[in-house]
């Protein structure tokens, strides 16, 4: 059975501005286009999209999972247990988080007394390092001198100054879903002027070259960093990454 975009899209969760954008950068190709021009994908791609969103659930980028993804059935059978295990491990910690997430509940409605490290069971305390190496390896040596920038610029910030911060985050991504969901171009003056504001929120912790709000643009779409914008709107990160990359064009001459 062939199906098109949009039914695609219903069946995995995936919106049809992402199965474009995985077309187009050779991800997950339709097995066939008409001579309408709509994309028609088969089973094969229905398990392709399947592994896909199973490498992109346990943290893979883009670029990774394209290099990743299995050929006939036995691969496939081989990443899909691998995924099992990976998954496995995730729910256990999650499990624990949840466990964590009940004693502070009750510690703070005075139904028991939560001990000072079990506030923090579950969380993993080198996860800022691994993401620190990963830029470095993404970005190079550059990268080392920018991170130390951005914990310069934030070592003295208090709870406050943490909470103004995101409040500026949420209410220009607000404002960028309600272009998005207007059909807004990324590249329309309206949606320049909020990416212009998302620069100068960027700015509290490092300042972007040309180069480097490009490749920012990248990881919204393909790291860890897409999750922050996915809550506001699924299709958000690619708008985003777009409207960042036609912004970095002309930032030479931005102030």
């Known amino acids: 059975m062939n199906y098109r975009v949009k039914q695609v899209a219903k069946l995995s969760g995936v919106s049809v501005r992402t199965l474009h954008h995985y077309d187009e950068i050779g991800l997950l190709k339709p ?21 896909i969103l199973f490498y992109r659930e346990l943290g893979f980028e883009l670029s990774q999972i ?28 999650g499990e624990q988080l949840i466990r964590t997430i009940d004693k502070t509940i009750a510690h703070l409605t005075g139904k028991k007394e939560m001990k000072s490290k ?15 190496k990963y830029l470095v390896e993404r970005f190079g040596e550059p990268m080392k001198k920018r991170i130390a920038e951005s914990k310069a610029k934030v070592k ?41 504001r998302h620069y100068q929120w960027l700015k509290q912790f490092w300042t972007p070259t040309r180069e480097s709000y490009a490749g920012h643009a990248q990881l919204i779409v393909d790291s860890e960093l897409r999750k922050a914008y996915e809550a506001h709107h699924p299709e958000l990160p690619e708008f985003v990454a777009m409207a960042i990359e036609r912004f970095a064009q002309e930032l030479p001459s931005r102030k």
């Open 31 to 51: 097995a066939r286009i008409g001579a309408n021009g709509y994309r028609f994908y088969g089973e094969a791609e229905l398990l392709t999209l399947q592994q």
């Open 66 to 93: 394209k290099k990743l993804l299995p050929g006939g059935d036995a691969e496939k059978v081989a990443a899909l247990r691998s995924h099992r295990k990976a998954l496995t491990q995730h729910l256990a910690r």
């Open 118 to 132: 079990e506030m923090f069971a579950g969380f993993d305390p080198k996860e800022q390092a691994r993401h620190e």
């Open 156 to 196: 003295d910030w208090t709870k406050a100054d943490w909470e103004r911060s995101g409040e500026r985050f949420h209410g220009i991504c607000a404002e960028l879903v309600a272009a998005l969901k207007r059909g807004l171009p990324a590249e329309s003056p309206e949606v320049q002027e909020l990416i212009g």
